[in-house]
């Protein structure tokens, strides 16, 4: 595990006790972002073998609700994590291998989408998913078939 911020103090400023799990989930969400919970799991069972899924969701639980997670819920997925919870980005997710990628607001700042005029609430966060197919995915659709791959089509 990277610890590729200070998480302990990142606790304590928002009255959390720092614990081996939830420094466990912090690191691993920070060095694999955009993951679901039970990916999560496996990568902190690597450090913390008796740590349960019940548990990691009660600590990803936790660390959102403190603003040290952003929860993401993509489309037809289960809800992935990420470390970058105080700009307004948003995702591109390939449809063919579902990797997920930050994009910029492009104005910058928060929300860069307007509400439409009488709406009732101010708008703190406008999340937009863009879906497409990645470069390494279009690549791998595009290449002729390997003469293996030929006759086994047949």
């Known amino acids: 595990m990277t610890l590729t911020t200070d998480w302990p103090s ?7 006790r720092v614990t081996r799990q939830r420094l466990a989930v912090l690191d691993a969400v920070a ?12 990568k902190v069972t690597e ?5 349960t899924v019940q548990s ?9 609700a403190h603003d040290l997670l952003r929860r993401f819920d993509p489309p037809g997925s289960p809800a992935c994590y990420e470390t970058r919870t105080h700009d307004n980005h948003h ?12 994009v910029e607001c ?12 009488g709406l009732g609430m101010t708008v703190e966060v406008a999340d937009v998913v863009f879906r497409g197919i990645c470069d390494e995915c279009a ?14 089509a047949r």
């Open 47 to 51: 450090h913390l073998p008796e740590i």
């Open 139 to 152: 690549a791998r659709q595009s290449a002729p078939a390997s003469p293996a791959e030929s006759s086994t």
């Open 31 to 42: 060095d694999e972002p955009h993951r679901p919970a039970e990916a999560i799991h496996a």
């Open 56 to 64: 990691v969701y009660t600590v990803l639980h936790d660390l959102t």
């Open 91 to 102: 995702h591109a997710i390939c449809t063919v291998c579902g990797r997920i990628e930050d």
């Open 106 to 117: 492009v104005p910058g700042e928060a929300p860069c989408l307007q509400p439409p005029p």
């Open 10 to 16: 990142q606790l304590r400023d928002r009255g959390l």
